[in-house]
């Protein structure tokens, strides 16, 4: 299962993400929820260095069974970008609706940091 962990400031603004985990909906090469949660994710990062001047911190490794941390410092401590915002609203999103469809397969969690 894909545990997906939003990490919100006090203002309610996302300042990080976390994911670890595969879905198990099918064997690998075949599995369209870890695929379509995969590039969700990666397109936001990609999106978020391309188009905003947003700082953060990126650590991947799939060798552990999946894993992405994000992590944007200056938003945590009350800055605001809000073309970030927007993308990774837009993430959260498209998460919400694969766990919707999906929900055995990955969970979606808020915290306050």
Do not use: W
């Not at 905003?52 to 992405?68: H, N, P, R």
Request: proline share 1%; aromatic share 8%.
């Amino acid at each position: 299962m894909i545990q997906a962990i939003i990490y919100r400031n006090k203002k309610h603004h996302i300042c990080g993400f976390q994911l670890s985990g595969h879905a198990g909906y099918a064997e690998e090469g075949q599995d369209i929820v870890c695929a379509a949660v995969t590039v969700l994710t990666l397109n936001t990062v990609n999106a978020l260095e391309q188009f905003t001047k947003t700082e953060f911190q990126c650590e991947a490794d799939e060798s552990q069974g999946g894993f992405l941390s994000v992590c944007f410092p200056k938003i945590k401590e009350g800055a605001e970008d809000r073309n970030a915002q927007l993308l990774l609203k837009t993430m959260v999103l498209g998460l919400e609706n694969i766990e919707q469809e999906y929900g055995r397969y990955i969970t979606l969690n808020n915290r306050e940091v």
